[in-house]
């Protein structure tokens, strides 16, 4: 029922509003108010153990909050009774380990969950180094304490976090109001794995678009590249088959056919091969730095020169579509 001071929603069995500390009052069905003659009387000791389980149950809840309390409270009732804790199957954590301990707020098992595989594969490869087989042993039990031992200990793990939670609160406090308010503060459930799941799934996303387009805008700024290298590339040749076409010989270096030899900026160094014509460009910066393509002479009957651009030591799809026959 809602607090009549706050307005907290609590459960039907509390005592004490999670929210104020407040007494709720006893109109909740199934609820009794605590009688004040707890411990007078041929039934008080009966009635005093069953408010001080009643009080028990009511931390556990508060301790679990409102997301499968009855599942947990079953079984740590189970526990109550047998005095310790028992393996069960625990499929969230065994789906989620990591994200079901952030989401019991159990912040430090998270953290060892998160931290020890790394340092478990740290020293199995260090032990699969020296023994490939006691390496391999090695790796299934990694296996297994990962993936299998974390669901079966999950219950009794989650019920000694709960119980830590009531006894700090009972520690630090013996009025029941505030041991109530300690215990709905600090435990229940947090959305902070949520959260982390999305801030994770944003950066993996993120990590995954960079990895696609960051490659692919390189090979177009490298194309683009190549494309003006070539452009300047044809003007060398034509220079040269010219001079070729008038002379009947090939010039003994570029400055016998251009004015100003220094290459554009997208290239590191422009060559002649004086024996055969052939013409080098080595192109510069970026991942195509060093990587070379060349215009290769072919002369008619007549002495009219064609070139053909192909490519040495680069990927053909970086060049112009005329590199790439």
Not at 88 to 94: D, E, K, M, N
Not at 237 to 259: H, K, M, N, T
Not at 315 to 321: G, H
Request: with cysteine.
């Amino acid at each position: 029922m809602n607090c009549t001071d706050c307005g907290t929603l609590n459960p039907g069995y509390a005592n004490f509003c999670a929210g104020c500390g407040k007494p709720v009052p006893a109109t909740t069905p199934g609820r009794q108010e605590p009688s004040l003659d707890v411990g007078k009387g041929p039934e008080g000791p009966a009635a005093a153990k069953a408010q001080a389980l009643e009080n028990e149950a009511e931390l556990y809840g508060l301790a679990i909050g409102d997301k499968n309390r009855d599942y947990y409270l079953r079984r740590f009732e189970a526990f109550d009774r047998a005095g310790t804790t028992s393996v069960g199957w625990h499929w969230p954590a065994f789906f989620c380990t990591f994200w079901w301990l952030l989401y019991r707020k159990m912040w430090g098992k998270a953290a060892l969950y998160f931290f020890l595989p790394y340092l478990l594969a740290i020293a199995l490869g260090g032990l699969a180094a020296v023994s490939p087989t006691a390496g391999g042993l090695g790796y299934v039990v990694y296996l297994l304490g990962i993936f299998i031992v974390p669901p079966l200990i999950s219950n009794g793990g989650y019920y000694r976090h709960c119980q830590r939670l009531v006894a700090k609160a009972r520690a630090t406090s013996s009025n029941p109001q505030a041991q109530v308010v300690l215990v709905a503060s600090k435990g229940g459930t947090s959305n902070i794995a949520l959260i982390l799941a999305v801030v994770m799934g944003v950066v993996a996303g993120i990590g995954i678009l960079a990895a696609i387009a960051l490659p692919a805008y390189q090979d177009y700024t490298t194309r683009a590249k190549a494309t003006s290298a070539l452009m300047y590339g044809k003007t060398v040749a034509a220079e040269v088959g010219s001079f070729y076409e008038a002379q009947g010989r090939l010039p003994g270096s570029l400055a016998e056919v251009l004015s100003d030899t220094r290459p554009p900026y997208e290239l590191k160094d422009v060559q002649l091969n004086t024996s055969n014509g052939v013409l080098q460009f080595v192109l510069a910066s970026g991942p195509a730095n060093g990587r070379t393509f060349q215009l290769i002479p072919s002369a008619d009957a007549a002495g009219r020169v064609t070139w053909v651009c192909k490519p040495v030591d680069m990927r053909p799809s970086l060049l112009p579509s005329e590199c790439r026959r």
